[in-house]
């Protein structure tokens, strides 16, 4: 089975500063990894997601996430957020080969702030 | 626009209704599943079903059971509603390749 960890319930950050918000999992098995975003009284949107090839995932408003294999980590980063990126963000796995459940993380609550 | 379609956005209901909620895909997916959302717990899945007339628990099916009587529709029922039931009900869809999902937008369910 596979678990992820989102050791960050909550992270405050001023307009226009970078942030990263942490993902870790285990998993025995090769994995998928995806990240997540819930607006508020919304349901979740694909941000991102690591298939394979390289590590460096990006998405269209300038989140990116590294696939870390040997820290087990895909931590998303934004080099600098703006305020409409306050949402919760959800890291999730599955292992490889397709048609399986995700496993998700307890999310992170990113507020940002003027 | 491809979507998943949740009936109700908001629900109350008593304690020891039976509470129906839907969830219909237009993207003939074969994979579908229910999730509920609590602050702190992140997403726990209840049931998940790989095809019509399928389906298999997940990691908290206690008080929950699943219909797919045809492929783009998939219900929740609660077969007699209790407090500790209320919370955001999520329903996803996926391809058979499973790579990442397709959310609907939420029910928020009140058990009073």
């Known amino acids: 089975a596979q678990s992820v960890t989102q050791l960050d319930s909550q992270v405050p950050v001023f307009e226009e500063a970078p942030v990263e918000l942490r993902c870790n999992y285990s998993?025995?098995?090769?994995?998928?990894l995806f990240w997540y975003v819930q607006y508020p009284n919304q349901g979740l949107q694909l941000l991102l997601k690591?298939?394979?090839?390289?590590?460096l995932v990006e998405s269209i408003n300038g989140f990116e996430a590294e696939f870390n294999k040997s820290q087990t980590s895909f931590h998303l980063r934004k080099p600098s957020v703006h305020i409409s990126d306050t949402a919760e963000y959800f890291c999730a796995v599955t292992r490889t080969g397709g048609g399986n459940k995700l496993t998700f993380g307890t999310g992170t609550q990113l507020k940002v702030e003027l | 626009d491809v979507k998943v379609t949740q009936s109700s956005r908001y629900l109350v209901k008593r304690t020891g209704e039976k509470v129906f909620l839907e969830c219909v895909q237009d993207m003939d997916h074969e994979n579908m599943f229910w999730y509920r959302q609590d602050p702190g717990l992140g997403l726990r899945l209840i049931y998940f079903s790989y095809d019509v007339k399928m389906k298999e628990k997940g990691d908290i099916p206690e008080g929950y059971s699943v219909s797919r009587e045809k492929k783009e529709r998939f219900s929740l029922i609660l077969e007699s509603a209790s407090t500790n039931q209320t919370s955001m009900y999520l329903c996803?869809?996926?391809?058979?390749?499973?790579?990442?999902?397709?959310f609907g937008s939420g029910t928020r369910l009140t058990v009073v």
């Open positions: 998993s025995s098995v090769s994995v998928y």
């Open positions: 996803a869809s996926s391809s058979i390749q499973g790579y990442g999902y397709t």
């Open positions: 690591y298939l394979s090839g390289s590590t």
